[in-house]
């Protein structure tokens, strides 16, 4: 009953930028998490970003902290990632993800998000 769908991704240049989508679709969800988790080939999926869907708070990762920008659009149901000053590090799958009853203790932790999208593939060329 609940569906993500990822877009945005592609090839880039070192140093250029992208911007993800996910439009969430299905029941509504309760006070609910969404954002983005990230794998590499032969890495396990890593925290991007995440925000509390009716706050608008965001979470960073270290690593993107200052780079990317987590936003929402609550109206269309869709949650942004703007990309910039991207790195071939950055480079890898893209997953859209969502939880409900999220509690700020585990909001980064991938095991405890239920809904999934297909994934958008971002490359960041060398």
């Known amino acids: 009953q609940v569906q993500l769908e990822e877009s945005g991704g592609g090839l880039v240049e070192t140093g250029g930028s992208l911007r993800l989508s996910c439009e969430r679709s299905?029941?509504?969800?309760?006070?609910?998490?969404m954002g983005w988790f990230r794998q590499s080939p032969g890495k396990e999926r890593e925290f991007v970003a995440v925000?509390?869907?009716?706050?608008?708070?965001?979470y960073y990762s270290d690593s993107v902290k200052g780079r990317f920008t987590i936003s929402r659009d609550k109206g269309k149901r869709t949650i942004y990632l703007q990309m910039n000053s991207l790195k071939p590090e950055d480079s890898a799958v893209y997953y859209c993800a969502a939880r409900e009853r999220v509690i700020t203790s585990t909001i980064t932790t991938k095991e405890t998000y239920t809904f999934w999208g297909q994934g958008t593939r971002v490359t960041v060329a060398s």
């Open positions: 925000m509390r869907w009716s706050s608008g708070t965001p």
């Open positions: 299905g029941r509504t969800l309760d006070n609910s998490a």
